[in-house]
């Protein structure tokens, strides 16, 4: 029952604001900025503190789907809806495609049947 009541709480707060995003404090909402405390960056940690540094990530499920959609907002706000838009965003999306066709190409040659 428990897992039922975690998974109907994760997806209520699906197409919400942030939790920790205070609108007096931060203005206009922007979903590619992370609003909880800053943290040093993974390249100024040193190896003793790699560990700790490690337990403050958020790994909960509703912490990954954060960061996948942080990530994605600002891939779309840096390179697709700016105001001078290039070609640069055309090869990136069609890397999956690309490698689909691949894959489905290399299958085919190897197959030594006649018809398919």
């Not at 503190?49 to 958020?58: D, K, V, Y």
């Not at 706000?77 to 001078?84: A, D, G, P």
């Amino acid at each position: 029952m428990s897992v039922s009541r975690g998974i109907y709480e994760a997806l209520a707060e699906t197409g919400k604001y942030d939790p920790l995003y205070k609108p007096r404090v931060h203005g206009t909402f922007n979903p590619s900025r992370y609003y909880g405390k800053p943290d040093k960056p993974v390249m100024d940690v040193k190896m003793k503190e790699l560990p700790s540094w490690i337990s403050r990530r958020n790994y909960s499920p509703q912490g990954a789907a954060r960061a996948i959609g942080r990530g994605f907002w600002s891939f779309k706000l840096k390179y697709v809806t700016c105001k001078n838009g290039n070609w640069k965003v055309l090869p990136i999306l069609c890397i999956p495609v690309a490698l689909n066709e691949a894959r489905d190409h290399f299958h085919h040659v190897f197959d030594k049947r006649k018809y398919h």
